[in-house]
C-alpha cells in the first residue's frame, strides 16, 4: 500500500513526527470547503465574461448606430437607441443563451430520470463506497 493508507488510530502513515506531534494538515475532515471566490470561480469568470461582452456589445453597436445617424444627417438620440440594443440583446440571448441553458438543463433532466448514457448501476456504486470504506479500515457492513 502506498504511505496514505490509515494506521489504527485513523491517521495517514507518516502523519506524527517521532515526538507524537502532527505534521502537515490540522486534524478535521479530509475534504474541506473551498472559500468562496474558489468554489465560484467558474460562475465568477463566466459572470464576467459575459459582463464584458454585453458591454462590447452595447459600445459598438451605439458607435454603429451614432455613424449610421450622422450619415442621415439626424442626430444620435438615446431614446431610439436603447430599444434597439435591448432587442439585439434579447435576439442573441434567445438564439445563444437559450439554446445553452436547454442541453444544460436536458443534460441535467436526462441524468436525473436516469438515461443508459449517464446513469452508473447502484451495484457499482455500491461497491466503489464499499472499497473506499475498506481502503480506511472501515467495515461497509456495519458503518
Not at 493508507?5 to 470547503?33: H, N, V
Not at 444627417?73 to 435591448?86: M, N, T
Not at 438564439?95 to 441535467?108: H, R, T
Amino acid at each position: 500500500m502506498s504511505e496514505t493508507t490509515a494506521t489504527s488510530g485513523g491517521r495517514p502513515a507518516g502523519a506524527e513526527s517521532g515526538d507524537g506531534r502532527s505534521r502537515g494538515r490540522a486534524a478535521g475532515p479530509p475534504f474541506r470547503r473551498p472559500r468562496w471566490p474558489r468554489a465560484y470561480a467558474f460562475a465568477l469568470v463566466t459572470g464576467a465574461l459575459f459582463l464584458l461582452s454585453w458591454i462590447a456589445q452595447f459600445v459598438f453597436q451605439a458607435g454603429a448606430a451614432r455613424t449610421e445617424a450622422g450619415q442621415h444627417g439626424q442626430s444620435f438620440a438615446w431614446a431610439d437607441f436603447l430599444p434597439q440594443f435591448l432587442a439585439a440583446t434579447f435576439e442573441n440571448w434567445q438564439s445563444e443563451f437559450l439554446q445553452l441553458i436547454w442541453q444544460a438543463a436536458g443534460l441535467a433532466l436526462f441524468y436525473h430520470w436516469g438515461s443508459s448514457q449517464s446513469r452508473e448501476s447502484d451495484e457499482r456504486i455500491e461497491a466503489k463506497l464499499d472499497a473506499l470504506l475498506r481502503e480506511r479500515d472501515l467495515d461497509p457492513e456495519n458503518p
